[in-house]
């Protein structure tokens, strides 16, 4: 597995340099509210800097793609378990099942399905999406 992490943590390390999103584009969402649209724009520069890492694995490795997408769904129905029968659960199976398809089909999660599953439903790292996709594809265990 560290020839995963090492792979997908370059990866993600590019992502990190400023205007960096490899080419990858998210739909924007309706709220333009105030405070809204800047945590509107932190959740596509995150569903970005994911999509455009999968991409990069997908492209130079498809057996490691299907390693990382499977532990990445791993990794998020292990903090749905953590969560009992809640939405937040709920949400983090649903996203979990994304990756798992992903890595079955070798294609790329949907942007929406992302998008969707990446929103920020808890504070603490160990149960956001967001945190547990970036850690595992930076070579984290995600919990």
Not at 48 to 55: D, E, G, M
Not at 123 to 135: G, K, R, T, Y
């Amino acid at each position: 597995m560290s020839s995963i992490s090492n792979l997908s943590s370059s990866y993600l390390q590019s992502l990190q340099s400023p205007g960096a999103t490899g080419g990858a584009s998210t739909p924007k969402t309706a709220k333009n509210n105030g405070g809204g649209a800047k945590a509107d724009s932190a959740q596509l520069s995150t569903v970005a800097r994911v999509t455009s890492a999968l991409q990069q694995i997908q492209q130079n490795d498809p057996a490691k793609y299907q390693q990382v997408t499977k532990q990445v769904a791993t990794n998020l129905q292990s903090a749905a378990q953590s969560q009992g029968n809640s939405q937040a659960a709920g949400q983090l199976n649903q996203l979990a099942s994304s990756f798992t398809e992903a890595s079955n089909s070798g294609q790329l999660p949907s942007s929406q399905s992302l998008t969707k599953g990446l929103s920020d439903h808890s504070s603490e790292d160990s149960l956001n999406p967001a945190a547990i996709v970036l850690s595992t594809l930076s070579g984290g265990d995600g919990h």
